[in-house]
């Protein structure tokens, strides 16, 4: 029996992938995505109820992308009829002389991305439930918000399948033969295609060994926290309460960050953007808490209104890059395999513009934006391969 030849097989069904199988099946490429978990699930990356959505970043080539991924989302609501973004605004913090700060308030001034400056008195009007460090500068990203991830996911999986795409969830691909046809295969099925994008997120390396190919990457478990309002709703999303990033604190040089209550009524979503470095399929066996210690200082010190003890710990995974920035590339040795891998715990804001860059690469379309920034040479990584 002869064998059906796909034009693109992609790996990973989180919101990378599903978003590249879009964008194929938007161009009538036939396509199919292989998931190895029954879906939907919540082992890698994209699950969970919210994600924060913004343009404060520090590097001009982000904010620029996400000119273009926040139309992309709204076309998909339009497309669906689906509410995946809730506008909330973003505020940062951070030591007003920081370098961070500075670099973020600079890009979004170039960028003329809407921002109110919150001046003294002014924050505690606006924000009455925050303490505002001594010394620390504070702004809202106006176009900043909420974007309703689980839904996000399902919504573009099934649009994906209604324009003929194929998911077939429950499929660990265990190997990959590189060639103009490249052949993948699972312990249900053998398929091939011309090209293949690897969106595997924590599970990358794993894929790519089979190609010769091993990228710096690094796997924590992030404990998502979830804290008890002293009076319910006070940081709701229905009283307007924006997201949050604190660039730097007392407690770390890491950043903090939050979303207000809303999946969980009463609970305010609260986390650490590090953890302690783990193995992809043994995720929960770290009981390492020092991140949730310095959590509970920073909830204690500057969120009055919240119980400083953590009510509900759920479990995620970042894949974080030696400079966090993405990879966007073509495999350095088979020019028909792509790989969106490394998202660096700030990817899914990027879905639909990361979908369609893939889609591009896979396609040896020139992609719409400068990929240095994303590109694998920057490692100096050595292949394993013959080349
Ligand atoms: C707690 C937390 C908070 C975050 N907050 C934000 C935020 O506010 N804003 C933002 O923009 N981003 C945020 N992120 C980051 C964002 O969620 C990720 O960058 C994004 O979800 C990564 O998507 P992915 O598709 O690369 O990975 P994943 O979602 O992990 O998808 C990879 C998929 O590949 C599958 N797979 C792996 N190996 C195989 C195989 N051999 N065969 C078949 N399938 C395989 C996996 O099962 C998985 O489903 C956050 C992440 C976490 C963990």
Known sequence: MSQELYDCIVIGAGIQGSFTSYHLAKKNKKTLLLEQFPLPHSRG????????????????????????????????????????????????????????????????????VPTVNLLGDEFSKHIPLVNLTKGNGALVDTTAGVLYADRALKTVQGLFQRMGGVIKDGEEVNAIKPGSVVTVMTASGTYSAKSLVITAGSWANNLLSHTGLHLPLQVFKINVCYWKEKVPGSYSIHRRFPCFIQVESEESNHHIYGLPSNEYPGLMKLCYHIGPEIEPDERDRQTDREDIDILQRYVARCFPGLVPVPAVVESCMYTMTPDQHFILDSHPTYSNI??????????????????????????????????????????????KSAL
Not at 54 to 80: C, G, I, N, P
Not at 87 to 97: C, D, F, I, W
Not at 347 to 371: A, N, R, T
């Open 45 to 112: 990356s994209s699950h969970g109820q919210t994600r924060v959505i913004r343009k404060a970043y520090e590097h001009d080539f982000y904010v620029h992308m996400m000119e273009e991924s926040y139309q992309l989302w709204s076309q998909l609501e339009k497309e669906t009829n689906v509410q995946l973004y809730r506008r909330t605004g973003l505020l940062v913090m951070g030591p007003e002389n920081g370098k961070e700060f500075q670099l973020l308030k600079t890009t979004l001034e170039r960028n003329h």
């Open 338 to 383: 792509v790989i969106g891998a490394g998202f660096s715990g700030h990817g899914f804001k990027f879905g639909p513009i990361v979908g369609k860059l893939l889609y591009e690469l896979s396609q040896g379309e020139v992609p719409s934006y400068d990929l240095s920034p994303f590109r694998i040479r920057r490692f100096q990584t050595h292949s």
